[in-house]
């Protein structure tokens, strides 16, 4: 019993010697190679225990002085003042519809064609009103025969001159109005009348399809077009940030479908009325379009202050962009680094970014967030 104790004991201090042993060995391979960066995360998901801190060199948040922004966001919409309705004064019934919405349209562009009995009605009119002017014209050459020879008293020649004067005036009028209908030709009138594009610029609205009746004015307009070479942005900006709006300054505009490109607009308007649920004015600036701005598109706006503000600036590799956040790492005392959210502004020279908020002139920060990014995730 106590042999078998004895060489228990014996086997056990053997192995412990060979595991020693293989230990030194491997020590030994591997002497002179710099020890593994281990980086351990705590309970607090943002904060990083390092081993070798030195390893990731940090950097210091410089001053930056520029002018005070204001961001907003708004919407592309059509100038008011440039958005012509299309009316057809004649009633009738659509035979044929040669523009789409969308489309883009000159002035004068036949849009739609109408078939209505009004020109015939007109046309009546026009053609009784110059047999009248032909009478009355016959009359008066009449008249003046025999008032010059006596016959008849001035007064009766006056009448007459009034009458012809009269008709001419009922031949213009009908004839004006034959065009109004939109019948160009006064000998043959056509029963088919042509709706054309008061201006030139895009089909906004389409009221109108085939077979469908047109009632004239007081009905819903066949099309609505918009000259888009200007366009206005309409943005809310809030009660406590109105001071910062001011008419007629400039503003900076970056459609959501185009960041890369950058469009200066003339802040025209601020709203008188303020909407009582969120506290918002909307704002008018008035942009010229290259061609890429379209009704309903999202875009924000930036409005640059008056006043001179100091701001944090700091190399563009020590922000991290993660899962559509900015974030930096700082120290944190004892070995170990928080990762802060921060709130990234514009592009500066030497590589530099703006920091808006999150970061403080003079706090340290890891230079290169995206190396310390990768050890972590090893």
């Known amino acids: 019993m106590n042999r078998n104790i004895f060489v228990t004991v014996v086997a056990v201090f053997s192995i412990g010697f060979c595991i020693a042993g293989c230990g030194e060995d491997k020590l030994g391979a591997n002497e002179g190679a710099p020890p593994a960066t281990k980086v351990e995360s705590v309970q607090d998901r943002n904060l990083f225990t390092v081993d070798h801190p030195d390893r990731f060199p940090l950097t210091k948040a410089v001053a930056h002085e520029a002018a005070s922004e204001l961001r907003a966001t708004g919407t592309v919409t059509p100038d008011i003042s440039r958005t012509v309705p299309v009316i057809s004064i004649a009633t009738g019934r659509v035979i044929e519809i040669k523009a789409r919405l969308g489309d883009v349209v000159k002035k004068g562009q036949t849009l739609l064609l109408v ?67 939109g019948s160009a030709n006064l000998d043959q009138p056509s029963g088919t009348v042509e709706v054309r ?14 077979a469908a009746g047109v009632a004239g004015l007081g009905s819903p307009n066949p099309f609505t077009i918009s000259d888009l070479t200007s366009v206005w942005i309409l943005c809310d900006v809030y009660e406590n940030d109105l001071s910062a709006v001011h008419p007629g300054e400039k503003a900076d505009i970056r459609l959501n479908a185009y960041p890369d490109k950058t469009f200066t607009g003339t802040i025209s308007n601020i709203g008188p009325i303020l ?14 379009n290259p061609g890429l701005m379209r009704p309903g598109m999202f875009v924000t706006a930036t409005f640059h202050g008056r006043k001179k503000e100091t701001k944090a600036a700091v190399p563009a590799t020590a922000i991290l962009h993660l899962q559509d956040r900015d974030w930096v ?30 970061v403080s002139v003079g706090q340290d920060v890891v230079s290169n967030a995206l190396e310390f990014q990768n050890t972590v995730q090893q």
Do not use: C, H
């Not at 009995?117 to 009248?132: M, P, R, T």
């Not at 016959?151 to 213009?172: G, W």
């Not at 895009?202 to 009221?207: G, N, R, S």
């Open 115 to 181: 078939q209505s009995s009004d020109i015939a009605g007109a046309y009546s009119d026009y053609q009784k009103a110059v047999a009248d002017e032909k009478l009355s014209q016959t009359q008066l050459e009449r008249a003046k025969l025999l008032y010059d020879k006596g016959v008849i008293s001035l007064n009766d020649f006056q009448v007459a001159e009034d009458t012809d004067a009269k008709a001419k005036v009922d031949v213009k009028t009908s004839a004006e109005k034959l065009r109004v209908l």
């Open 197 to 210: 594009a008061p201006i030139s610029g895009v089909i906004t609205d389409q009221q109108v399809t085939n």
């Open 275 to 288: 909407d009582p649920n969120i506290r918002t004015s909307k704002v008018r600036i008035e942009v010229p």
């Open 329 to 358: 790492y700082i120290p944190a005392g004892d070995k170990t680094l928080r990762r802060v959210e921060v709130k990234g502004g514009d592009m500066l020279p030497g590589n530099m970014q703006e920091i808006l908020s999150g």
